[in-house]
């Protein structure tokens, strides 16, 4: 019995056949407007001198002039960079240790330990404005808890003005910055380290690894694509720190903690030279950039089967050690 050749299916409408790009396309205008359209007028503004003549706002093409000036003319420019350099450097370090040890004690199993990583939480989950005017509380030179708790202790004999001298000033912003943020990190790595297998530290105990060796041998190179994220985000997130200098500090004392991203705030809308702003955001954007391929390079030119060897050697090893 011969069978009738199906009919060709008929043509879908135009909205059945394009329902995903339909469907996309306000979203789509919207991350447009909201990203793109801002990142080039900045790049438009910072190719021009920006003057204003009463309700009036006048363009001068200037060129790559704005950038040239940055590292010319602009003492205060090259100040900033090397304090936020700093800043950067010693904030993203601390953070990183202090948060993978701390994830490492968490991570065991302890009576409390689902309170104390609640706790451990709070600080990150504070709003940047209330952690600065927190800490700027605590470090005031005549009514802080600093000084009256080493008071009390005997440790100092007359208040420190932590915030009134260049140094002293600098370390409480580090302070406040890394007591915000290392919980971010803490939380990323518990994360990490609760998908190691346990049969991969057994394993290394039966080939004779300790603690500290099986860290390096296997904790670490496991957790290497977290920290590969730690590293970006943390070291972007150092460079835009803006308000915690802005309440604590405002850039002094004698610009120790003028940080560019506050810079960048003081010439566009204290001097409102807002063609020099927008080049230090595109130098600051390239710096943050440049970081972050840097860091995905020397991450990805290491053995991408660090994870697989690890595994079969000491699985290896845990089975000869079961078969004996």
Known sequence: ????????????????????????????????????????YALYMSLNRISFRGADTI????????????????PWFKSSFLV???????????????????????????????????LMILPWAMPTVVNAVMWKWIFNAEYGAANGL???????????AWLGTPRMAFFCVFLANVWKETPYVILLAIAALSTIPEDLYEAASIDGAGGWKA?????????KPVLLILLITKTIWAFQTFDLVAIMTSGGPQNATNLLSYYIHFVAFKQTDFGSAAAMSYVLSMICFALSF?????????????????KKHLKKKLAGAHEG
């Open 84 to 118: 936020t350099l700093l800043f950067v450097m010693l904030t993203v370090a601390t953070e990183i240790v202090i948060g993978v040890a701390a994830s490492l004690v968490l991570n065991k199993k302890f009576h409390g330990r689902g309170f104390v990583r609640g």
């Open 59 to 74: 363009y001068k093409f200037a060129g790559l002039q704005n950038f040239i000036n940055l590292f010319t003319t602009d």
């Open 215 to 223: 860290f390096w041998r296997i904790t670490l190179p496991m957790i």
């Open 1 to 40: 019995m011969k069978t009738k050749p199906l009919k060709k299916r008929e043509k879908e409408p135009f909205f059945e056949r394009h329902l995903g790009p339909i469907l996309i396309t306000p979203s789509t205008l919207v991350i447009f407007g909201i990203l793109f359209i801002p990142i080039f």
């Open 294 to 310: 840097v860091y995905i390079k020397v991450f990805m030119n290491k053995d991408e089967n660090d994870e697989k060897k690890i």
């Open 150 to 160: 080493l008071l009390k202790l005997g440790l100092i004999k007359t208040s420190i």
